[in-house]
């Protein structure tokens, strides 16, 4: 495809299911609902950074890396695939995390048992700088940014937009739209120069997990400029072309909310799909009420890109166990 000359590591189980949810689609009363299971990426539970991962670790090996390091929360998806894909390359991984749910369990506890190293800081804002000074004192590390959100991380994504339009075809399917979390930009800067370049017509629309619409918009531009020339292809993407919805997730990054806990549980029920509380299931709440405000309609199919998460779930037991 676009990137053969690319440093590449394969890490991923692709390509990942794309498949109707009739019963969502019932319930919903409107458009035709796919999903594109990217939670089935395989590497230590799957997630959507795995992909990433794929060009990224590449790049690091071809520059002599031998240490990953990167950041998130303490329940950080991306966290736990980068230090799955350095135990499966044989790499070590420093990974820095600021306090949130600081009990060891879901995501934390896998990052535990894959051999990283975890590094605890207060806040976000101490990540980045905490990483830089670790880095200095390890000469062949490789810095990956929160969520492998850059030019070459998102290079999964392109890759993953030819992939699901070529099982969308296969289905006899038009896409009208794709419906994602948004929280580094990697995902959607990934789909906006894929779209690009494969001439999709699809709408790409990012859910917030937290970020406000303009700082999440901008930083989407940046990552599809920086892919178009990772690739070599025109850096033309503005801000005209970025539909970023941040009314789902106003609390905050991590935050529970009504709608988010809604999304979850009708998932769950009706099709048998589990979703995150941080990511997915915000984004399905989007997905959910464009529907019924009839943005979603009727005659389109729309694609939800499961970006994975399960994990996290288990971090978040006070919000959806029952009492027995």
Known sequence: MFFGHLPRVRLAHLPT??????????????????????????LAGGGNKTRKLEFLVGD??????????????????????TAAAAAATGMRCVLVMHRGRDEVTGNLLLDQLL??????????????????????DLPRSYVIPTGGSNGVGALGYVDALHELEAQANAMGAGVDAVVFCLGSGGTHGGLLAGARLLGSRARMIGISDGAPRRELTDLVVQVARDTAVALGAPAESGAGEVDVRDEYAREG?????????????????VEGLVLDPVYTGKAMAGLIDLVQRGE???????????T???????????????PL
């Open 17 to 42: 299911p794309l498949h109707d949810l009739p019963n969502l689609s019932r319930h919903l009363g409107g458009p035709r609902i796919l999903v594109k299971r990217d939670d089935c990426t395989g």
């Open 60 to 81: 690091a090996r071809q520059r002599g890396a031998d240490t990953l390091i990167t950041e998130g929360g303490l329940q950080s998806n991306h966290c736990r695939q």
């Open 115 to 136: 051999g990283a190293r975890v590094v605890v800081v207060d806040a976000p804002g101490e990540r980045r700088p905490t990483m830089e000074r670790i880095a200095r």
């Open 253 to 269: 990054y991590g935050v529970p909310n009504p709608g988010m806990v809604e999304a979850v549980r009708l998932l769950a029920r």
């Open 296 to 306: 979603l309609r009727r005659g389109q199919t729309v694609v939800f890109i499961h």
């Open 308 to 322: 994975g998460g399960l994990p996290a779930l288990f971090a978040y037991r006070d919000t959806f166990a029952e």
